[in-house]
């Protein structure tokens, strides 16, 4: 891309997202305080909140006990990653139809670059209108948009724009629209980094921006000048799709168990369907993994892992089983109650599985679990489960 | 002619802050904007800093000097002024007294009962 070219990036976000689907499937749902997340009695935490039961001081992350003593009309509902990802998949395919530009950065949030498909879709700010609206009308959920000449003014105006808005920062007005904002708003600046800055009577990013060089150089190191950069609204990095984005390290699920445990059927059980949603992960974003780490928490927050490398990398439920079965045997050598176990693949690699010749099963069981992805993936992640471990879904 | 008007709104939400300091403003148009390459919508918000230091290309707000109306215009290459949307471009009698320049438009869509409009 040439500098020269006038860029457009829109930084989109799906207003309480999860909420939000909740209420596509159940409509009385509407204008109540809503949370997503586990029961109390299972150690649950929010996983998001609507605007209601925000009103009443609940947040993400927050424990559900204390969010209910808080709001106690306040509805709870258990929600389905599965679903989430589906409505996900649905609004991320229609935005698709504006740009192939997509980084997906979460499953409720998107950078877009729509720069050079003015004369397709207009000015960026009614492309984001009609993005907007066509979610709106077609899948029933609210978005909310930033648009200016890069990723970073983008992400600040659309939490401005929040909720159900659109926020068009003019190009060459950065500057000027950060100036009088607090510098707690750039994303990147935490509590310890603003605190020091207002040591220095560095509160708005106006001021931040006018700061001489030298003196953030020596403050901050080399993040200061770079600070600075941003508090005058410069950002250079690129929308990268997924076909340009370097690949991730790796992918890991965990749970925390209602009560501490030590029963060995109901620690392999839980362990084999975390192996088996990461070993599905694998599989969607076509990736092959080399190492497996097992990881418990005991009750007395003692956290140990141990790994396995295999020769051949694989995305293969049972083939990693086989290595982590063993692990949790040795890790639950402590004789602790535990309180969470965690699987993570990691070295991984872009990839298709490839069987032994000398071992059709293994080809067969591989088969059978894309069919079991395929159907999951259409009707849900708890429409077909294992039957040696059906008895695993009233535990937590 | 298209009947505009701006007046001087607060916004709620984490936007207030742009207006926590002196020097910065929000206003809201009203009325039947004219269709032009701005695309102004009734209820468009706009975010105006302090100042008469424009460059080609910006839109700024100015006094009319008739009270306290305030008008859109957009900067030219050669720094004269057109008005946009429907307002009138200054003229000898009201010539462009620039209050500040619009860094940003914001929409809402939120209906009165706080759910959001199609």
Redesign the interface.
Known sequence: MSASRPRHVLHVDL?AFFVAVERVIDPRL??RPVVVGGPPESRGVVAAAS?EARAYGIHSAMPMGQALRLCPDLVRVSGSRGMYSRASKAVFSLLGEYTPMIEKVSVDEAYLDLSGTEHLF??A??AA?RM??EV??RLRL?LTVGVSANRLVSKV?S???????????????EP??F????VK?LPGIGPVTATRLRDFHID?LGVLAATDRWFLEETFGRYGPAMQQRARGEDQTPVSPPWERALRKSIGHERTFSEDTDDPRLLRGRLQKLLEQACARLREEHLLARTLTVKLRFADFVTVNRDVTLAQPSDHDLEWWKEAEPLLERLCARRALVRLVGVRLSGLQQGFWQGSLFDPEAAAARDRLSVLDRLRGRYGESSLQSGDRLWLRGQS | MAVVTLESISVG???A?????P??FFLVLRGDPAEDAE?LQAGDVF?V?EGVDV?A???VVWWTGVERTLALARVQADLSFTGVGGFPPPSDEQPARVRG??????????QE??????
């Not at chain 1, 100036?179 to 607090?182: D, F, G, M, N, V």
């Open positions: 207003d509407h204008g605007y207009g000015h700010l009614d209108d907007r609206r709106k009308e609210d105006a939490a401005f724009a929040k909720p159900c808005g659109l926020f068009d920062v003019r190009p060459g007005q000027r629209f100036a009088p904002l607090p708003v708005y | 939400g984490k936007a802050q742009f207006a926590d300091r020097g910065t695309g975010a800093s460059e290309g910006d839109l320049v619009v860094v940003g438009r914001l929409r809402q869509f939120l009962d706080g759910a959001a409009e199609a």
